[in-house]
C-alpha cells in the first residue's frame, strides 16, 4: 500500500530569464516539475515548482 504525501511547493526566481532557465533546469534535474509560467517576482522573475514523493 503507498501512501500518498502532500507535494512541496517553491517558487524560484531569477533577475534575469536566463539565470531563471539555469535554475529550473538544475531543479528539474533533481525532480521538481515546473507547474506554472515565468512571471514577474519581486525584482526579477519566478515560478511555481512541485515535487511529489510517494512512500511505497
Known sequence: MSKQYKPLKKIVFGMTET???????????????????IKEHGYGLGCLMTFTKNKQ
Do not use: D, P
Open 19 to 37: 539565470t531563471l532557465t539555469k535554475v529550473i533546469e538544475s531543479h528539474q534535474n533533481r525532480g521538481w516539475v515546473k507547474s506554472s509560467e
